[in-house]
């Protein structure tokens, strides 16, 4: 029987790549987006579903569990990213990462656990940052909606184990093709206030040209063996400056 493996987030980047590859290895994908774009996924497939979702909404949220009906694997991808010093961060932007980051992925694991554990099968991948393999400057609000993620998930697999539900957590590192930097909710230009700048410079310098990167094809060929993996193994680093991070390399 096929299998189907709902993705948050596909609009672009590592959602997108991921949603591609699972369709070509002839899975059933339901991909999410907040504004639903069939041309995004190019030739219309049989085994697609595109469906709205906006995962900071409790109504959103109902209407995609209900139309998506059962599913094998759930990947939590869908984020906002937010980058600046932290004395510069107004709260409501704060929350509003929290919100979407950290509680939003923490809404759809409750939304399809229920009949994942029925079936007492299943699997749930958590997309989360290589932030948490380290410590980086300009990213602590950021980090710690990730981090918060890392420790649900590491609990929530003790919990959902014991029905046959597997969790994962994808890492993936820093990819400059993605559209990361366009979906801050704020720009960082506008969370350095000028003391900040001679500390800044040097960092957005290296974020220019990093030393090693990470593609959008190695975040869905990590997100597909955390899928295959069957060995309980919770972390999993994702493109080659992530998995120097984690020292897999």
């Not at 002839?26 to 497939?45: E, F, I, Q, Y």
């Not at 380290?134 to 990730?146: C, D, E, N, S």
């Not at 559209?179 to 000028?194: H, K, W, Y």
Request: charged content about 15%; proline content about 6%.
């Amino acid at each position: 029987m096929t299998k189907t493996i709902l993705i948050t987030g596909t609009s672009s980047g590592y959602g997108l790549a991921t949603a591609q590859h699972f369709l070509a290895k002839g899975w059933n994908v339901v991909a999410t987006m907040r504004k639903p774009d069939p041309a995004v996924l190019g030739d219309a497939s049989d085994r697609l579903r595109i469906l709205p979702l906006d995962v900071t909404s409790e109504g959103s949220i109902a209407a995609l569990a209900e139309a998506a009906g059962p599913i094998d694997v759930l990947v939590n991808n869908a984020g906002v990213g937010g980058v600046g010093a932290f004395e510069a961060m107004p709260m409501s932007l704060i929350r509003q990462l929290i919100e979407t980051n950290t509680i939003g992925v923490m809404a759809m694991c409750q939304a399809f656990i229920p009949r994942m554990r029925e079936r007492r099968s299943g699997c749930i991948v958590n997309v989360t940052s290589s932030v948490t393999l380290g410590t980086f400057p300009l990213a602590a609000a950021y980090t710690a909606t990730k981090q918060a993620i890392e420790g649900f998930s590491g609990s929530l697999a003790h919990e959902l184990g014991h029905f046959g539900i597997g969790v994962k957590l994808v890492e993936p590192g820093y990819a400059p093709t993605t559209r990361f930097g366009a979906n801050a909710i704020v720009p960082v230009s506008d969370l350095l206030p000028g003391e900040y700048a001679d500390f800044a410079r040097p960092i957005l310098e290296g974020f220019a040209a990093p030393a090693l990167t990470t593609r959008e094809s190695d975040v869905a060929l990590t997100v597909w063996d955390a899928v295959q993996d069957r060995t309980g193994r919770l972390h999993f680093p994702a493109g080659a400056d992530a998995l120097a991070l984690a020292g897999d390399e």
